[in-house]
Nanobody, 123 residues
């Protein structure tokens, strides 16, 4: 069974930083991409970031570019989302996801979801 265990959310003031971690079991980050989606109350779910070791590709969505960085440690089968200069609009539930569906790298389908972790940024 695939499990995605996320941690690192919390409450931070605007301009602060948080680092999310996500440890995967049931699939290898050397073979499949991993990333984060987020969803704020009343808003659509947003694809935030992805990292793929198999083709050494990463992306972050435009609204967080320059502030968020995704990385991974394949030896620990863990991915990280470093979030700097956080803004109130970053407040959301963040979900770690595995791109384990059909397709390749960060273009593969998202078949696996972890439990959400809450990030709240106060102004």
């Amino acid at each position: 069974d695939v499990q995605l265990q996320a941690s690192g959310g919390g409450l931070v003031q605007s301009g602060g930083s948080l680092r999310l971690s996500c440890t995967a079991s049931g699939f290898s980050l050397a073979a499949y991409a991993i990333g984060w989606f987020r969803q704020a109350p009343g808003k659509e779910r947003e694809d935030v970031a992805c990292i793929s070791s198999s083709d050494t590709s990463t992306y972050v969505t435009a609204s967080v570019k320059g502030r968020f960085t995704i990385s991974s440690d394949n030896a620990k089968n863990t991915a990280y989302l470093q979030m700097n200069n956080l803004k109130p609009e970053d407040t959301a539930t963040y979900y770690c996801v595995g791109f384990t569906g059909s397709g390749y790298g960060c273009n593969a389908g998202v078949d696996d979801w972890g439990q959400g972790t809450q990030v709240t940024v106060s102004s």
